[in-house]
């Protein structure tokens, strides 16, 4: 079975310091896995994917991801916060090759201070 | 512009009242999906339809009901057997899959029972 663990529920950066959003997953075969924004009263974007190819995968506004299979890990990071970065983000895992569900975390809340 | 939209943006009903949520879209793709979205929780499916006139219970299905007569709409209609109907309800869409992972999400519909 496959689940989707985003470690911190909310993270606080002031503008032009780094983000860590941090995600570890479980799945039995080879996962997809996806980070979405959500702003506040919003649908989700899509932020970045990663399917098979390259490990570390470059998304939207800056912000990229890395896949580490030894430690089932997919952390979003961005080297410098933007106000507009204040936002919910959502790990998302789907097992490739099946039917199945995506599976989301519970999302990660993103202030930032000015 | 191509997209989704959802309405009514807000939404109150009494107990014991069914209420249908609109979604549109005009982006020509095949599937379409309901996710019910609960502070903290993350995302759950509750219907998807991946052609006209076909649709399949995702992992909350129980209360809610769809149709899918139009390759442009995917109404959901919350009736008074769900227990809880108190979420955000986002409608997405994509020409894939589900675990493709590639979803175009509208804004959102807020229901709220008193």
């Known amino acids: 079975a496959q689940s989707v663990t985003q470690l911190d529920s909310h993270v606080s950066v002031s503008e032009g310091t780094p983000v860590l959003l941090r995600c570890n997953y479980s799945?039995?075969?080879?996962?997809?896995l996806f980070w979405y924004v959500q702003h506040p009263n919003k649908g989700l974007q899509l932020l970045l994917k990663y399917t098979s190819a390259a490990t570390l995968v470059k998304g939207i506004n800056g912000f990229e991801a890395e896949f580490k299979k030894s430690e089932t890990s997919f952390h979003l990071t961005k080297p410098s916060a933007h106000m507009s970065d204040a936002a919910e983000y959502f790990c998302?895992?789907?097992?490739?090759?099946?039917?199945?569900?995506?599976?989301f975390g519970k999302g990660t809340k993103l202030s930032v201070k000015p | 512009d191509g997209g989704i939209t959802q309405s009514p943006k807000y939404l109150f009903r009494k107990e014991g009242q069914n209420v249908t949520l609109s979604c549109e879209q005009n982006l020509n793709h095949d599937a379409m999906y309901w996710y019910r979205q609960d502070p903290g929780q993350g995302l759950r499916l509750i219907y998807y339809?991946?052609?006209?006139?076909?649709?399949q219970k995702g992992d909350i299905a129980e209360g809610y009901s769809v149709s899918r007569e139009k390759k442009e709409s995917f109404p959901l209609t919350v009736t008074s057997a769900q227990k809880n109907p108190t979420a955000f309800y986002l409608c997405?869409?994509?020409?894939?899959?589900?675990?493709?992972?590639?979803?175009?999400f509208g804004e959102g519909s807020r229901l709220t029972v008193l």
């Open positions: 339809s991946q052609i006209v006139n076909d649709f």
């Open positions: 997405a869409s994509n020409n894939g899959q589900l675990n493709t992972g590639e979803l175009f």
């Open positions: 799945s039995s075969y080879s996962p997809s």
């Open positions: 998302v895992v789907s097992e490739r090759g099946s039917q199945g569900n995506l599976i």
